[in-house]
């Protein structure tokens, strides 16, 4: 098990840009797959962008391809999230999720309830 705490959400224009972060404390953050998933308002909890404990793949939802970048450094066990050209429909709660990953299963799932572990989630707000 991990313990997973997201940081960088905020307030931005839309057009704009926010990095996301998640810091992971616990087992070894390299056997880890790892997710991002976001829960607008009155809406259910939704998948945006996963990546495998390898980092060789990665996963998008199709709302924010082009748009959203996921990115793993296990030096610093942290996941990233980096989003531009923000719009206002990207208003949510984004939440951080891992599930550890036999090494011989690269896959960067985009499943809920795949992932087990879960952090506190950041707010992300975006002005029109």
């Known amino acids: 098990q991990v313990q997973l705490v997201e940081s960088g959400g905020g307030l931005v224009q839309a057009g704009g840009s926010l990095r996301l972060s998640c810091k992971a404390s616990?087992?070894?953050?390299?056997?880890?797959?790892l997710a991002w998933f976001r829960q607008a308002p009155g809406k259910d909890r939704d998948f945006v962008a996963a990546?495998?404990?390898?980092?060789?793949?990665?996963t998008y939802d199709d709302s924010v391809k082009g748009r959203f970048t996921i990115s793993r450094d296990n030096a610093k066990n942290t996941v990233y999230l980096q989003m531009n050209n923000l719009k206002p429909e990207d208003t949510a709660v984004f939440y951080c999720?891992?599930?550890?990953?036999?090494?011989?299963?690269?896959?960067?799932?985009?499943?809920?309830?795949?992932?087990?572990?879960w952090g506190q989630g950041t707010p992300v707000t975006v002005s029109s």
């Open positions: 999720a891992a599930v550890w990953r036999d090494p011989h299963i690269d896959c960067a799932s985009g499943i809920e309830f795949h992932y087990p572990d």
């Open positions: 616990g087992r070894a953050f390299s056997e880890y797959a």
């Open positions: 990546v495998s404990r390898s980092g060789g793949s990665t």
